[in-house]
């Protein structure tokens, strides 16, 4: 495996729109596969190809595995989703307001207002359709990564943007 170095808002590739994904080749997997070993070792709960300087229309998504986690989540700890192409086909009314982060952006997080609940199209790392429902902390995951998809940061619909506290990474809040 390899990590991959996370591109920064200055690179011109994270503001641009990113290509369909066309092929599901070796060198596509391998890309997937680094992805997310890049995700968890940076670490972060999201990664999308823009953010590693590759302009395609796909991101790596997986919650984190501990035991608070375990408890708040259930079986969505740990598991792992790869969406290709993603498309947001349905969207609650309801929003909510949330902290995020980003891991191109280090060391500052946002107040966002998220869609609750998300239905997702896709496919998976392998070109096979899937379909996805997500609320909560994984619909808020989900819509930020398909942001990146689009050029678009957390901090261009940030109702604030600040400077991360320790405590901050403490409350589990950062990616």
């Known amino acids: 495996m390899t990590f991959l170095d996370i591109i920064r808002p200055d690179n011109p590739i994270l503001r641009k729109k990113a290509k369909r994904v066309m092929v599901f080749d070796k060198k596509f997997q391998k890309l997937v596969d680094d992805m997310v070993e890049t995700m968890i070792a940076a670490p972060g709960v999201g990664l999308a190809a823009p953010q590693v300087a590759v302009s395609q229309r796909f991101a790596v998504i997986r919650l984190s595995d501990d035991e608070k986690s375990k408890e708040e989540f259930g079986d969505l700890a740990g598991k792992l989703y790869v969406v290709v192409n993603p498309e947001i086909v349905k ?18 997080l946002g107040s966002v207002d998220r869609h609750e609940k998300i239905t997702i199209d ?11 429902k997500a609320e909560g902390w994984l619909a808020r995951v989900f819509q930020h990564e398909i942001d990146h998809l689009d050029g678009k940061l957390y901090i261009d619909i940030a109702k604030d943007v600040w400077e991360a506290r320790p405590e901050d990474e403490e409350d589990g809040v950062a990616e």
Request: charged share 30%; with cysteine.
């Open 91 to 108: 969207a609650s009314k309801e929003m909510v307001e949330g902290v995020e982060g980003c891991l191109s952006i280090p060391g500052y």
């Open 122 to 132: 896709s496919l998976d790392r392998h070109g096979k359709p899937q379909r996805i």
